[in-house]
Nanobody, 114 residues
Framework: VQPVESGGGLVQPGGSLRLSCAAS????????MGWYRQAPGKGRELVAA????????DYADSVKGRFTISRDNAKNTVYLQMNNLKPEDTAVYYC????????WGQGTQVTVSS
């Protein structure tokens, strides 16, 4: 089981990106899904998370009002809509699936630069 992220890339400040994470081989609807990021020289931090039922979310203070996490249990996919991106959002973004076990994706690079 390995979640697979997509949607990263290079974007100018103020721009938007939408990340996707497809997780197969598990009962997706049981899993809390999260997005984490790791910038060069820094530790991995939680960006956003959503409960298995989709009725609870959690965001890092630095992204509140700009990022939105959502999920489609029918497609086994979680999304991260990122608006008004800033250079400090530059990082590798990882998808995480957590129920009894934790699974991590391989990461997707997001670079915000003019």
């Amino acid at each position: 089981v390995q979640p697979v992220e997509s949607g990263g890339g290079l974007v100018q400040p103020g721009g938007s990106l939408r990340l996707s994470c497809a997780a197969s081989g598990l009962t997706f609807s049981r899993y809390r899904m999260g997005w984490y990021r790791q910038a060069p020289g820094k530790g991995r931090e939680l960006v956003a998370a959503m409960s298995s039922a989709g009725d609870s979310t959690d965001y890092a203070d630095s992204v509140k009002g700009r990022f939105t996490i959502s999920r489609d249990n029918a497609k086994n996919t979680v999304y991260l809509q990122m608006n008004n991106l800033k250079p400090e959002d530059t990082a590798v973004y990882y998808c995480n699936a957590w129920y009894v076990n934790k699974y991590w994706g391989q990461g997707t690079q997001v670079t915000v630069s003019s």
